[in-house]
């Protein structure tokens, strides 16, 4: 069965940097186009970034392009999110997520992990 | 950027039908698709390309789209419905996928 475990989560300083992790297991990693989504307390989800399966492609919302990289190691089955610049409005809940395809496809979002909780606090 | 706009809440007694929308610029143009979040837990996709429901998804959920508006239509509701509800789409002209603003919906 499609697990996807999250790590990395913790609090850091405004200004600062992390990296969370996405370790995926029970599908074909490599075929497949990967996202982070994150949720505010009490808040949406909001969709964060997208990676094509092969790395080719990467999307980011508008709120942190320029600061978070979207990434993958398809040898080690896992997506990464480097977050920098970090903001107290980034504290949130950040999920990853497999995209139901991998090639020129943009649709739904058909498993997700558990998430990590970034807390960005002085 | 693309906006879709949900009603913070409905509210519906078990065994009616709650109905809750997305609103869109033409968002019948475009793929919608919905997900299930209860407290504490990652959502679930419950409805996906307008009006296909996952395996293991029960009939009671549907969907529809058209014009500026998609439709998730939960019938018979029960007490284990309640959670928050999202719509999703892919805005392809800014490269984005779009979440809805959401919608609780409480069983009363």
């Known amino acids: 069965q499609v697990q996807l475990v999250e790590s990395g989560g913790g609090v850091v300083q405004p200004g600062g940097s992390l990296r969370l992790s996405c370790a995926a297991s029970?599908?074909?990693?490599?075929?497949?186009?990967m996202h982070w989504v994150r949720q505010a307390p009490g808040k949406g989800l909001e969709w964060v970034a997208f990676?094509?399966?092969?790395?080719?492609?990467?999307y980011y919302a508008d709120s942190v392009k320029g600061r978070f990289t979207i990434s993958r190691d398809n040898s080690k089955n896992t997506l990464y999110l480097q977050m920098n610049s970090l903001r107290a409005e980034d504290t949130a809940v950040y999920y990853c997520?497999?995209?139901?395809?991998?090639?020129?496809?943009?649709?739904?979002?058909?498993?997700w992990g558990q998430g990590t909780l970034v807390t960005v606090s002085s | 950027s693309y906006v879709l706009t949900q009603p913070p809440s409905v509210s519906v007694a078990p065994g009616q039908t709650a109905r809750i929308t997305c609103g869109g610029n033409?968002?019948?143009?475009?793929?919608v698709h919905w997900y299930q979040q209860k407290p504490g837990q990652a959502p679930v996709l419950v409805v996906y390309?307008?009006?296909d429901r996952p395996s293991g998804i029960p009939e009671r959920f549907s969907g529809s789209n058209s014009g500026n508006t998609a439709t998730l239509t939960i019938s018979r509701v029960e007490a284990g419905d309640e959670a928050d509800y999202y719509c999703?789409?892919?805005?392809?002209?800014?490269?984005?996928?779009?979440f809805g603003t959401g919608t609780k919906v409480t069983v009363l």
């Open positions: 990676i094509r399966y092969d790395g080719s492609n990467k």
């Open positions: 033409n968002i019948g143009s475009k793929s």
């Open positions: 999703q789409v892919w805005d392809s002209n800014s490269d984005h996928y779009v």
């Open positions: 390309d307008d009006s």
């Open positions: 029970g599908f074909t990693f490599s075929s497949y186009g």
């Open positions: 997520a497999k995209s139901y395809c991998g090639g020129d496809c943009y649709t739904y979002l058909d498993y």
